[in-house]
């Protein structure tokens, strides 16, 4: 498949393509499915980090669309790793819900990247949803001995299943049902934080990934409101609201 326009840019930007290959999928709730793939080749070319994602190359009425994702436990020696899906309308979903051994799929590497903030912060405050649930998990592995605290909002009641990695010692999660289109979430958080974050903000580090118009609010309060410096917010809306 041509990638259009928007594969002539990313190429420009050196964006490398990979062809990758599902060996397998599991129903993981209704609305949440894992692939498994085979990489092409592409994580010992291009090496892997914490909540690192590609950009993935779906058909729709014959014309080719980039999406987001991100990789679950991808393992360079074996060339593999997977991808989760909330499932919801649109090309990716429908892609995953057909997703069968042998189907291909074409990825892009371009524009991910995150480095573990060294020193380590005190705390780590994480709010998230189904679609950067893959990245959540990622992060917290990534610094598994890191305090944290994780708002993880469910859109659906089937969410409530839904596998977070969070160790029971010095994780905190709290499930948060997704009401008045994220703005539940927004308060929430909000009212928690000035008692959770101690007296010195930029010790902690806050990873927000929900829908653009909620991860906008969240960020702008945490910086405003609670004077929490910008190198210690790291935020990206992972889906918006048509
Ligand atoms: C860096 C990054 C990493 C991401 N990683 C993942 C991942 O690992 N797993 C994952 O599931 N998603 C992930 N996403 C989100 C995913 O790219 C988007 O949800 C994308 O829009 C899905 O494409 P689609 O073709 O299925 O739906 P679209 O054609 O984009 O949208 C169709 C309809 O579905 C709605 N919609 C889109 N996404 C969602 C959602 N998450 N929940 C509810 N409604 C939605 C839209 O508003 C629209 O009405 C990631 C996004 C980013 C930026």
């Known amino acids: 498949m041509g990638h259009g326009w928007e594969g002539v840019v990313l190429k420009l930007m050196r964006g490398k393509d ?13 609305r949440y499915r894992r692939v498994h793939l085979t990489d092409g080749g592409m994580l010992r070319a291009t090496g892997v980090h914490p909540t690192m994602w590609v950009r993935l190359w779906f058909e729709n009425a014959g014309k080719p669309h980039q999406r987001a994702y991100t990789l679950v436990d991808p393992d360079p020696v074996a060339g593999t790793f997977s991808l989760e899906f909330a499932l919801h309308e649109g090309c990716a979903s429908d892609w995953a819900r057909r997703a069968r051994p042998g189907d291909t799929i074409e990825a892009t590497v371009q524009g991910t990247g995150f480095t573990v903030p060294d020193p380590l912060p005190s705390r780590l405050f994480v709010i998230g949803d189904p679609a950067s ?14 305090p944290a605290t994780i708002w993880f909002e469910t859109p659906h009641e089937s969410d409530a299943g839904l596998p977070v990695r969070a160790r029971a010692d010095h994780h905190e999660l709290r499930r948060v049902p997704r009401r008045d289109a994220g703005a539940h ?4 958080v909000r009212a928690a ?5 101690g007296d010195d903000p930029a010790k902690a580090f806050f990873w927000i990934a929900c829908d653009a118009a909620t991860t906008r609010t969240l960020t702008s309060r945490i910086r405003k409101e609670l004077a929490v410096p910008k ?8 889906w918006r609201t048509v």
């Open 185 to 188: 979430l927004a308060e929430e």
């Open 133 to 146: 649930l893959p990245a959540v998990n990622s992060l917290l592995d990534a610094m598994p001995g890191t």
């Open 18 to 30: 990979f062809a990758c290959t599902v060996t397998g999928a599991e129903q993981v709730t209704d």
């Open 193 to 197: 934080l000035p008692g959770l974050l």
């Open 231 to 238: 190198e210690r917010v790291n935020a990206l809306g992972y």
